[in-house]
């Protein structure tokens, strides 16, 4: 007799789901140790996060980078590669967008820059990503330690840059000089506007529609292309895989090549989107936070859209909790998300066993 098996939704949604409930309670105890209300403040998170126009663009703002790093992180992760690296890459991807601002936001029009931009994060962000590859396909390196202190090596990169070579000569903040308007992205509001369709002011841009864009096209990689299948071959068993005559090590250097590119999209958000010129520190640790994006969405693109949107209502919901009750300031916030990085992501698999046991119980029965 055959085993019972366990439905798929209780591993793409019902364990994830438990996961954040168990986050969100031993965060409710946190506030009830210093005196606060835990429901009022879930109540001042959620509206702050969705209850206003401008609270639910900037929690989009925020899905928007954990898409591009959550993005990159799976298509990795699908290989068998845990990529800690999306945070350099992200920082010299932006370095890429900035650059190609740079030199040609005087002298091209915003339907050539855009093109240029992308190729420009893609193609920085992947050759960040390409050395750390190299080392693991050819020479045997460990790609977690390699890319853990390429993080490092980027963020010393930029201050060197920005400080050295790139800052506005007569600005004393490491900045560059602000884009021409030819090089800045629509905000949604004006794009909507443009439509007849109002809303208030927020930081969210045009990137978010690529970032949707991404998540399709690495669907479609990934599960309905011969290239897709042999990185899918590779992550499960990568022993079969070299039975089968797939080049492991060549699949490791493309696949990580996509990842960085995917995280060097954060410029895009940032750099073309919001801030309008280069700077230092505008990754903000989005390229740790896609770790935990990337495992509670289970590695897939939809998955990874809602773990974003979630984390983004943590972000702007934390921010709003945190001006409603002053007591809560910001560092409790801060462990409240980390609570739920915690909980989807090192204690994933906490209650997966009892749970499929459950399961398995009752589809017997």
């Given at each position: ?302 998955g990874i859209i809602l773990a974003a949107i979630l984390f983004g209502a943590l972000y702007q919901g934390g921010s709003e909790l945190a001006f409603e009750i002053p007591s809560i300031t910001p560092e409790i916030v801060v462990v409240i998300q980390g609570l739920v990085i915690l909980f989807s992501g090192a204690l994933e698999h906490m209650c997966k066993d009892r749970v499929e046991a459950f399961f398995t119980r009752t589809s017997a029965a």
């Amino acid at each position: 007799m055959s085993q019972p098996k366990v439905p798929v939704w209780v591993n793409l949604a019902l364990i994830p789901f438990i996961n954040i409930m168990l986050a969100f309670l031993v965060s409710a105890l946190v506030i009830l140790a210093i005196g606060e209300n835990p429901i009022e403040a879930a109540g001042y998170l959620v509206y702050g996060a969705f209850g206003y126009e401008e609270g639910i663009g900037y929690t989009l703002y925020y899905a928007t980078n954990l898409i591009f790093t959550g993005l990159a992180v799976s298509i990795a992760f699908k290989a068998g590669i845990f990529n800690i690296g999306g945070e350099g890459q992200a920082y010299i991807g932006g370095l890429g967008v900035g650059l190609v601002c740079l030199a040609v936001d005087q002298t091209m029009p915003f339907y050539v820059i855009v093109p240029l931009a992308i190729i420009g994060g893609a193609a920085f962000g992947a050759a960040w990503a390409y050395i750390p590859a190299y080392l693991s396909a050819r020479r045997g390196s460990h790609v977690v330690i390699t890319t853990i202190m390429f993080n490092f090596i980027a963020s010393s990169l930029m201050v060197y840059l920005m400080v050295n070579w790139l800052k506005q000569e007569g600005r004393m903040s490491p900045n560059s000089r602000t884009f021409e308007e030819s090089a800045w992205l629509p905000y949604m509001h004006e794009m909507l506007a443009a439509i007849g369709i109002n809303i208030e002011q927020s930081p969210l841009n045009a990137s978010f529609l690529w970032a949707l864009i991404c998540c399709v096209l690495i669907w479609g990689l990934v599960w309905h292309t011969r290239w897709g299948y042999q990185l899918r071959t590779v992550g499960t068993n990568a022993t079969a895989a070299v039975y089968a005559g797939i080049d492991n090590g060549k699949v490791t250097i493309w696949v990580m090549l996509i990842s960085g590119a995917l995280a060097g999209f954060v410029g895009l958000n940032e750099i073309m989107g919001v801030h309008h010129s280069l700077l230092l520190n505008f990754t903000a640790g989005f390229g740790f936070a896609g770790i935990a994006v990337s495992l509670m969405g289970r590695n897939h693109p939809v998955g990874i859209i809602l773990a974003a949107i979630l984390f983004g209502a943590l972000y702007q919901g934390g921010s709003e909790l945190a001006f409603e009750i002053p007591s809560i300031t910001p560092e409790i916030v801060v462990v409240i998300q980390g609570l739920v990085i915690l909980f989807s992501g090192a204690l994933e698999h906490m209650c997966k066993d009892r749970v499929e046991a459950f399961f398995t119980r009752t589809s017997a029965a």
